[in-house]
Each structure stands twice: as structure tokens, then as C-alpha cells.
């Protein structure tokens, strides 16, 4: 039993779980931010693009955010955790031309356990 009050932020040891898993630790705030990666591909379709994201490593809860690039953009759907080998399609519907670089990269495509980029002015 576990008695770690509100707000965990350590790995927790789930024993047994090392042969069928691949792993002994499993902690959602910590420990899987350093080896996120993932590819992007863009393809053009006639009201946007189709943006299919695979996973290296796992993404979690993967989002696209077209309206940064046109605000009037949209995007079918988000936040859809991939394990690795896994990928998920994203259909944006857009009017304007976007670019396909900008499409699949930071701060557009986004996941929750991804490292941001350092800015230049916080240096």
C-alpha cells in the first residue's frame, strides 16, 4: 500500500512487472522526459494536411496546434498517448498554406513529456 500523501513526485516500484513490461518504475511526473522521440510526416489533402506523428519513445498525450501557424486552423483530435512504433493522424483543415516543418516541430506539435527548447532570451 502506498502512503505518499497528495501529489507524488518519486518513482514507485510495481513489483512483477519487470518481465511483462520491460520496466520496474513507472512515474507519470518524472524520468520520461530525457529520451522523447518521435517522427512527423505531412501530407496535403484538399481542405489542409494530413500529420501522422510515430513514436520512438512515448509521447504523451501528443496535441497539434495548427491555429499558431493560421487562427483558423483546426485539428481533429489530441492528446493520445503513443508507445513506441505506435503513430496516430491528425487532419487539419486549414485554407492557408502551412509549412510542413512548422507543422511537426515545436511550438506547433507539442506532448507533455517533451523538453522545450532553451530560448535565446532566457540565457
Not at 17 to 35: F, H, I
Amino acid at each position: 500500500m502506498l502512503n505518499n500523501g497528495p501529489r507524488l513526485l518519486d518513482d514507485v516500484p510495481f513489483p512483477g512487472l519487470d518481465g511483462e513490461l520491460g520496466c520496474t518504475r513507472l512515474s507519470p511526473y518524472r524520468g520520461d522526459r530525457a529520451g522523447v522521440d518521435g517522427a512527423g510526416y505531412v501530407r496535403p489533402t484538399d481542405d489542409g494536411y494530413e500529420v501522422t506523428v510515430t513514436a520512438r519513445t512515448i509521447l504523451r498525450e501528443p496535441a497539434l496546434f495548427p491555429d499558431r501557424l493560421d487562427p483558423d486552423a483546426e485539428v481533429d483530435d489530441m492528446l493520445r498517448t503513443l508507445l513506441p512504433g505506435e503513430s496516430a493522424t491528425f487532419r487539419v483543415t486549414s485554407r492557408a498554406p502551412l509549412d510542413p516543418v512548422l507543422l511537426t516541430t515545436y511550438p506547433v506539435l507539442r506532448c507533455v513529456n517533451e523538453i522545450r527548447p532553451e530560448r535565446e532570451d532566457a540565457r
